[in-house]
């Protein structure tokens, strides 16, 4: 069985992300951790490369989906070094995921066995969203008319999928879009999509500027990933 990478994109988030690093390196199978530091200007990438991780990094913020192309490069880069008995598999998680990542195992175990192209992780604990909830039954919804299929959690990002997975699906959809086109795309091409319920938590988004902005951004990325599968 291929070993798992855990990649990680991060935009400043020096905060959490050795917790989250030093969990992520407990998961059954996985042999490493690559953090892609997003244009951070805080301690992002110190506190990672100190918890374990290879540390990628941007000079400048390029969007999730820039952040988890260039994970997995890397990840691609240290497969042909290692010569890794078949490109390992990947599991993205977010940056702040804290000391809960160490649950993320349940996601790897499917697509391990050969059940799964790609996991999404249910949260069984959901943070409460400052936001009303819009982008998620946007994506939801979109996901639902494009291919049947009405997933519990379509934003969720913290996914486990084969390499052939992985590159089935691109070009990746841009920014914050990633992850509703992922579930879309694979599923067309007759992969084999499942969410799994785990105990992971974030931090939640709350009501002020910065996060209005945020769902903004969300939702011209998911808006625009639509338009061009729908």
Same mark, same amino acid.
Request: proline share 3%; net charge positive; aromatic share 4%.
């Given at each position: 069985?291929?070993?798992?990478?855990?990649?990680?994109? #991060?935009?400043?988030?020096?905060?959490?992300?050795?917790?989250?690093?030093?969990?992520?390196?407990?998961?059954?199978?996985?042999?490493?951790?690559?953090? $892609?530091?997003?244009?951070?200007?805080?301690?992002?990438?110190?506190?990672?490369?100190?918890?374990?991780?290879?540390? !990628?990094?941007?000079?400048?913020? /390029?969007?999730?989906?820039? =952040?988890?192309?260039?994970?997995?490069?890397? *990840?691609?880069?240290?497969?042909?070094?290692?010569? &890794?008995?078949?490109?390992?598999?990947?599991?993205?998680?977010? =940056?702040?995921?804290?000391?809960?990542?160490?649950?993320?195992?349940?996601?790897?175990?499917?697509?391990?066995?050969?059940?799964?192209?790609? +996991?999404? #992780?249910?949260?069984?604990?959901? *943070?409460?969203?400052?936001?009303?909830?819009? *982008?998620?039954?946007?994506?939801?919804?979109?996901?639902?008319?494009?291919?049947? !299929? =009405?997933? =519990?959690?379509?934003?969720?990002? /913290?996914?486990?999928?084969? @390499?052939? $997975?992985?590159?089935? &699906?691109?070009?990746? #959809?841009?920014? !914050?879009? *990633?992850? +509703?086109?992922?579930?879309?795309?694979?599923?067309?091409?007759?992969?084999?999509?499942?969410?799994?319920?785990?105990?992971?938590?974030?931090?939640?988004?709350?009501?002020?500027?910065?996060? /209005?902005?945020? @769902?903004?951004?969300?939702? +011209?990325?998911?808006?625009? &990933?639509?338009?061009?599968?729908?």
């Amino acid at each position: 069985m291929p070993p798992v990478a855990v990649v990680i994109p #991060a935009y400043n988030e020096a905060e959490r992300i050795g917790e989250t690093v030093t969990a992520a390196l407990t998961l059954p199978s996985v042999d490493t951790v690559v953090v $892609a530091s997003d244009g951070s200007t805080d301690a992002t990438v110190r506190v990672a490369m100190d918890a374990g991780a290879t540390v !990628w990094r941007s000079r400048r913020n /390029q969007g999730k989906a820039a =952040a988890m192309l260039a994970g997995a490069e890397a *990840v691609r880069r240290l497969d042909e070094r290692d010569h &890794a008995d078949g490109a390992r598999h990947l599991l993205f998680l977010d =940056a702040d995921l804290g000391r809960t990542a160490a649950n993320a195992g349940h996601l790897i175990e499917p697509v391990a066995r050969g059940a799964a192209d790609m +996991t999404i #992780a249910v949260f069984a604990n959901r *943070v409460k969203l400052g936001g009303h909830g819009f *982008v998620v039954r946007l994506s939801g919804a979109g996901i639902s008319r494009a291919t049947g !299929w =009405a997933p =519990a959690q379509p934003l969720n990002g /913290q996914r486990c999928l084969t @390499r052939a $997975a992985f590159e089935a &699906a691109r070009p990746l #959809a841009r920014g !914050w879009g *990633v992850e +509703t086109a992922l579930s879309i795309d694979l599923l067309r091409q007759g992969l084999r999509v499942t969410e799994v319920e785990v105990e992971l938590a974030h931090r939640a988004t709350g009501t002020g500027m910065r996060a /209005q902005l945020h @769902r903004a951004h969300q939702l +011209t990325d998911v808006a625009r &990933a639509l338009a061009t599968r729908l």
